[in-house]
């Protein structure tokens, strides 16, 4: 009987209560000495998790060192965001160990997944099993992970793909417009597919405000993701005044 982990069901006992924001960070888009410093402030400001990782595949010592930096400087949950089976860091806490269920390359649906399961094991990192969902644009995941995005006008598309990912037991799901996406997952979609699954839908990609934030969560995510509106902010006190408006819309949607 596989049990669930620390993390897992850290998720789970705080969607119990409320909606819940992740940040992401890339490794290849942040140093550890700014990403150590985000992710405090994310931690101050009550932000729920860090996620490390990035498309293009940061790995090796690169992640280690960010890694690393986060967990001397926070006490959040550091959970991988992996773009291949190099994006492994020991020093992590778990793993979105994740099947890119609409790419038309195998790679990125069981090999990449495969070549990293021996990695998982023997570091000892929570996996937790998610059905990942590219729509569109996609912007460069979409591409990268040879991915034939979801139309943003067909939700259906989006339900039934989230709805086999939980029949194969997929314990979250994730809709991803892509980092840096002009806009986020349409609403209609993100209700659609929360009428048909039974698992926390994360949703990442294009949100950046506080309208933004609260009109996804309202539309039906238990779970946000913003990683590009936080990077790219002019200063930390941007970044700050970013995430404490994101997480007001975010806070604001009762269970």
């Given at each position: 009987?596989?049990?669930?982990?620390?993390?897992?069901?850290?998720?789970?006992?705080?969607?119990?209560?409320?909606?819940?924001?992740?940040?992401?960070?890339?490794?290849?888009?942040?140093?550890?000495?700014?990403?150590?410093?985000l992710a405090q402030m994310s931690e101050e400001v009550g932000v729920d998790a860090i996620m490390v990782g990035g498309s293009t595949g940061a790995e090796g010592e690169v992640?280690?060192?960010?890694?690393?930096?986060?967990?001397?400087?926070?006490?959040?949950?550091?959970?991988?965001?992996?773009?291949?089976?190099?994006?492994?860091?020991?020093?992590?806490?778990?793993?979105?160990?994740?099947?890119?269920?609409?790419?038309?390359?195998?790679?990125?649906?069981?090999?990449?997944?495969?070549?990293?399961?021996?990695?998982?094991?023997?570091?000892?990192?929570?996996?937790?099993?998610?059905?990942?969902?590219?729509?569109?644009?996609?912007?460069?995941?979409?591409?990268?992970?040879?991915?034939?995005?979801?139309?943003?006008?067909?939700?259906?598309?989006?339900?039934?793909?989230a709805l086999a990912g939980q029949y194969m037991g997929m314990r979250l799901v994730y809709l991803e417009a892509g980092s840096g996406a002009p806009e986020h997952v349409p609403?209609?979609?993100?209700?659609?597919?929360?009428?048909?699954?039974?698992?926390?839908?994360?949703?990442?990609?294009?949100?950046?405000?506080?309208?933004?934030?609260?009109?996804?969560?309202?539309?039906?995510?238990?779970?946000?993701?913003?990683?590009?509106?936080?990077?790219?902010?002019?200063?930390?006190?941007?970044?700050?005044?970013?995430?404490?408006?994101?997480?007001?819309?975010?806070?604001?949607?009762?269970?």
């Amino acid at each position: 009987m596989v049990k669930i982990g620390k993390v897992e069901s850290y998720i789970h006992e705080k969607l119990e209560k409320e909606k819940l924001h992740f940040v992401l960070l890339d490794p290849d888009d942040v140093s550890p000495d700014l990403a150590s410093k985000l992710a405090q402030m994310s931690e101050e400001v009550g932000v729920d998790a860090i996620m490390v990782g990035g498309s293009t595949g940061a790995e090796g010592e690169v992640l280690d060192r960010v890694v690393r930096r986060i967990k001397e400087s926070s006490n959040l949950p550091v959970i991988l965001f992996p773009g291949s089976h190099g994006g492994i860091s020991k020093y992590a806490d778990a793993i979105f160990f994740m099947s890119l269920l609409n790419s038309t390359n195998p790679f990125f649906i069981t090999g990449a997944q495969a070549l990293g399961a021996f990695t998982v094991k023997r570091y000892g990192i929570e996996p937790i099993p998610m059905a990942y969902l590219i729509i569109e644009p996609g912007e460069t995941v979409g591409w990268v992970s040879d991915a034939k995005p979801i139309p943003r006008y067909k939700p259906k598309i989006a339900a039934a793909y989230a709805l086999a990912g939980q029949y194969m037991g997929m314990r979250l799901v994730y809709l991803e417009a892509g980092s840096g996406a002009p806009e986020h997952v349409p609403s209609e979609m993100i209700g659609l597919v929360k009428t048909v699954i039974e698992v926390p839908l994360i949703v990442g990609g294009g949100i950046r405000s506080y309208k933004d934030a609260k009109e996804v969560v309202k539309s039906g995510a238990d779970i946000i993701v913003t990683g590009t509106a936080i990077e790219k902010a002019g200063s930390l006190e941007e970044a700050r005044k970013r995430l404490e408006s994101i997480i007001r819309g975010v806070k604001e949607i009762k269970k």
